[in-house]
């Protein structure tokens, strides 16, 4: 049974270390492209242009994603001879925050692995440790002799699952939290991009109905 547990802690450390390199490597691809999009942005590129150039990738990620989800609503406006402008700017804002609710959803899927492996890690081994012991003072009753000798090597490998379980749990715990702070910048990130963005299209729609207006 200990040993059973200590291969399950260590396999369990294995897939968290697993989860954390590979969402280390997303957070990084995440903030460069963020980084390169908020630079074209701001160039004073037209919106049109780089529509077209983001659209025709086979997928686009962070502000990119917003921006395309938002310029698509904002184009099937004018499909119609007489586009209406009515409940665009609140269509616009919803596409806006289901596209941010996607992308911090990719960037926290498997986070939850973390959080159950730092908070049950210990206790499982403790689970083996017990056991461990169990079978020890069952070994000293079965064998009648109190000898260190006897009792050391199960005490040992009892105390050893406990050991494993933290092995498992700290850096589980550790990169939960950090994570968790980066997930959190990044949604800052895509919301404030996402309120400048719809407040350039809320002039704009301003704009497209007074000239229709006059």
């Known amino acids: 049974v200990v040993q059973a547990v200590m291969i399950g802690l260590l396999a369990a450390s294995v897939w968290c270390w697993t989860i954390i390199v590979d969402k280390t490597l997303l957070f990084r691809r995440t903030r460069k492209a963020m980084d390169q999009f908020e630079e074209t942005f701001w160039s004073g590129r037209s919106l049109e242009e780089l529509y077209t150039t983001l659209s025709e990738r086979p997928t686009t990620s962070g502000m990119a994603s917003l921006f395309v989800a938002a310029m698509r609503e904002w184009k099937r406006s004018f499909q119609t001879a007489h586009a209406s402008f009515v409940g665009l700017q609140a269509r616009i804002e919803k596409v806006l925050d289901v596209s941010i609710a996607r992308e911090v959803e990719k960037l926290e899927s498997n986070l939850l692995v973390l959080a159950t492996v730092a908070s049950a ?40 699952a406990t050991a494993i379980g933290l092995f498992a749990a700290i850096p ?10 980066d997930v959190a910048k990044t949604q800052a ?17 301003d704009q497209h109905a007074g000239d229709r207006a006059a």
């Open 172 to 181: 589980a715990l550790i990169a939960y939290n950090k994570m968790q702070g």
């Open 189 to 205: 990130r895509l919301e404030s991009f996402a309120d400048e963005f719809s407040a350039i299209l809320s002039r704009q729609i």
């Open 121 to 160: 890690g210990p206790f499982v081994g403790l689970f083996g440790t017990v056991w461990g012991i169990m079978t020890s003072f069952r070994s000293i009753a079965a064998s009648k002799n109190t000898s260190l000798a006897v009792v050391a090597p199960g005490i040992a490998e009892a105390l050893f």
